[in-house]
Protein backbone atom coordinates (compact mmCIF):
# COMPACT_ATOMS: atom_id res chain seq x y z
CA UNK A 1 0.00 0.00 0.00
CA UNK A 2 1.21 3.62 -1.28
CA UNK A 3 0.46 6.47 1.22
CA UNK A 4 1.83 9.69 -0.01
CA UNK A 5 1.83 12.85 1.99
CA UNK A 6 1.47 16.25 0.80
CA UNK A 7 4.82 17.94 1.91
CA UNK A 8 4.05 21.54 -0.14
CA UNK A 9 3.50 24.96 1.48
CA UNK A 10 0.39 25.41 1.75
CA UNK A 11 0.11 21.38 3.59
CA UNK A 12 3.39 22.30 5.46
CA UNK A 13 1.47 25.38 7.27
CA UNK A 14 -1.73 22.87 8.16
CA UNK A 15 0.34 20.16 9.76
CA UNK A 16 2.31 17.60 7.07
CA UNK A 17 5.41 17.34 9.12
CA UNK A 18 2.90 16.13 12.13
CA UNK A 19 0.54 13.99 9.91
CA UNK A 20 4.23 12.34 8.47
CA UNK A 21 5.66 11.28 11.97
CA UNK A 22 2.97 10.17 13.43
CA UNK A 23 1.99 7.80 10.25
CA UNK A 24 5.34 6.54 10.58
CA UNK A 25 5.41 5.95 14.37
CA UNK A 26 1.61 3.53 13.54
CA UNK A 27 3.57 1.66 10.75
CA UNK A 28 6.46 1.38 13.13
CA UNK A 29 4.15 0.48 15.75
CA UNK A 30 2.00 -2.24 13.98
CA UNK A 31 5.23 -3.53 12.61
CA UNK A 32 4.08 -2.98 8.77
CA UNK A 33 7.30 -1.32 6.97
CA UNK A 34 6.86 -4.62 4.82
CA UNK A 35 3.14 -3.31 3.66
CA UNK A 36 3.12 0.57 4.22
CA UNK A 37 5.23 2.92 1.69
CA UNK A 38 5.14 6.40 3.00
CA UNK A 39 6.00 8.47 0.39
CA UNK A 40 6.26 12.85 0.02
CA UNK A 41 5.17 14.98 -2.70
CA UNK A 42 4.75 18.54 -3.35
CA UNK A 43 1.52 20.00 -4.30
CA UNK A 44 -1.43 17.93 -4.87
CA UNK A 45 -3.54 20.51 -6.44
CA UNK A 46 -6.02 20.03 -3.19
CA UNK A 47 -4.87 22.88 -0.79
CA UNK A 48 -7.92 24.50 0.25
CA UNK A 49 -9.10 20.86 2.11
CA UNK A 50 -6.17 20.46 4.64
CA UNK A 51 -2.96 18.12 4.18
CA UNK A 52 -3.68 16.33 1.02
CA UNK A 53 -2.96 12.52 1.30
CA UNK A 54 -3.33 9.68 -1.04
CA UNK A 55 -4.09 5.91 -0.38
CA UNK A 56 -3.22 3.83 -3.43
CA UNK A 57 -4.34 6.62 -5.61
CA UNK A 58 -7.22 7.83 -3.36
CA UNK A 59 -7.22 11.26 -2.31
CA UNK A 60 -8.18 12.11 1.47
CA UNK A 61 -7.96 15.53 3.28
CA UNK A 62 -6.38 15.04 6.85
CA UNK A 63 -5.60 17.25 9.89
CA UNK A 64 -3.26 16.12 12.63
CA UNK A 65 -5.85 15.38 14.82
CA UNK A 66 -7.41 12.88 12.78
CA UNK A 67 -4.11 10.89 11.86
CA UNK A 68 -4.92 7.89 14.52
CA UNK A 69 -8.60 7.70 13.03
CA UNK A 70 -7.50 7.49 9.44
CA UNK A 71 -4.97 5.38 10.32
CA UNK A 72 -7.34 2.66 11.64
CA UNK A 73 -9.81 3.06 9.33
CA UNK A 74 -7.83 3.40 5.91
CA UNK A 75 -4.79 1.87 6.28
CA UNK A 76 -5.05 -1.15 9.35
CA UNK A 77 -8.23 -2.01 8.57
CA UNK A 78 -7.13 -2.13 4.66
CA UNK A 79 -4.72 -4.54 5.44
CA UNK A 80 -6.75 -6.79 7.73
CA UNK A 81 -8.75 -7.59 4.77
Known amino acids: MKVTI ?13 IVEQLQYYVA ?3 LKNDVELAGTFC ?3 CQQG ?3 TVDG ?3 SLRPEGVEKFFMEEIL ?3 KK
Do not use: E, F, W
Open 6 to 18: CIGSSCHLKGSRQ
Open 29 to 31: QYN
Open 44 to 46: MGN
Open 51 to 53: VCV
Open 58 to 60: KLY
Open 77 to 79: AKL
